[in-house]
């Protein structure tokens, strides 16, 4: 299904996980800003019930953006997406069948209130 590019405004930042070294030569994990753009997002909550018969409220996002170069190796090992000033881990990407038109990114709140 193809969206009109107006329905396209909100914006969004994906980070990328990078090892940088500080001054004593230790290895540190940073996401550092990779790629903004405009996207689509589709909200919606629901309660998860697991073994312990007890509720917990996942917040989930579908995040679409538009194809571009610099997203065709966007996997959820390596990259997380901040979007109104909240940290979310990627849950699966989903290439659209490989049309080069767009990407559905499906997200869960990891983090209230940025990195």
Do not use: P
Not at 9 to 21: D, F, P, S, Y
Request: with cysteine; hydrophobic share 30%.
């Amino acid at each position: 299904m193809e969206r009109k590019i107006a329905r396209f405004n909100e914006r969004l930042t994906i980070q990328k996980n990078t090892v940088v070294t500080d001054k004593y030569g230790n290895h540190k994990n940073v996401w550092t800003d990779y790629f903004t753009c405009y996207t689509y997002a589709s909200t919606y909550q629901y309660d998860k019930e697991n073994e312990a018969a007890t509720t917990n409220e996942e917040r989930t996002i579908n995040f679409e953006v538009r194809y571009c170069t610099e997203l065709k190796d966007l996997d959820s090992t390596h990259y997380r997406v901040a979007f109104h000033g909240d940290s979310y881990d990627i849950q699966t990407v989903d290439f659209m069948n490989y049309q080069k038109k767009t990407i559905r990114i499906v997200c869960k709140l990891a983090q209230k209130g940025g990195a």
